[in-house]
């Protein structure tokens, strides 16, 4: 696709990320309103019930920190994905999403995994390495600036902190990589040079050195070389 056709401004740019961003804290304003725990839909792993997690976890949050801290990256991820890689953004969030879910539920401990940590990190590595898989100049700005904003989260992939699901996280970060490549030639693409051969081109050999064709001339009825 041409970059000026791709690289237009659209509702789904700033209105898919407002919408999860307005979910997910409505979601947690229940639960304070009335009183209820919703950390059991989580992904509980290796378990039928907790399986209905896989679709769930991303909605669900513990507190106001760990809303917060994951709303700022959605915002900035989702944007990013949707204004760059349109063509492939609901499949990534969607279908990343449920395979996000669905390695937690394979790999995890046995605890209740929530939140939307898994999304954030399966955006966070799709966005980067579709950059630098591309090599596309405005993809590879793009990466270094989201390794710049939030390259400290790579740490969080490992057990380093208790409290956090680092299953999830690495989930996230595995399944957007795979994603990345296997959307390596959607959308923005960068083009290879095209060589086309020019009347100027045809006075150099294929050494490269100068050798322009011979001129005839004639002289009567002879030709002069």
Sequence with gaps: MKEENHLKISKSIFLIPVVYIVAIWFIYWVEIQFDINFN????????????????????????????????????????????????VGYKVLLIGGFFTGLLTWCIARESYHIGASGIVYLL??????????????????????????????IWYVLPIKDGISWEGHLSGFIVGFLF??????????????????????????????????????????????
């Design 40 to 87: 059991k839909y989580g992904i509980f792993p290796r378990t039928f019930v907790g399986f209905r997690g896989v679709f769930f976890t991303h909605f669900i949050h513990s507190n106001v920190g760990h809303l917060f801290n994951n709303s700022v990256p959605l915002f900035v991820l989702l944007s990013s994905l949707f204004y760059f890689y349109k063509d």
């Design 180 to 225: 990345a490549i296997a959307f390596r030639n959607k959308g923005i693409i960068r083009e290879e040079h095209q060589f086309i051969e020019t009347e100027f081109d045809t006075l150099f050999d294929e050494h490269g050195n100068f050798n322009p064709p011979e001129i005839e001339q004639e002289v009567g009825n002879e030709k002069v070389e």
């Design 124 to 153: 966070f590595s799709f966005v980067f390495f579709s950059g630098i898989i591309k090599r596309h100049f405005r993809l590879v700005a793009l990466s270094l600036i989201i390794i710049f904003l939030y390259g400290s989260m």
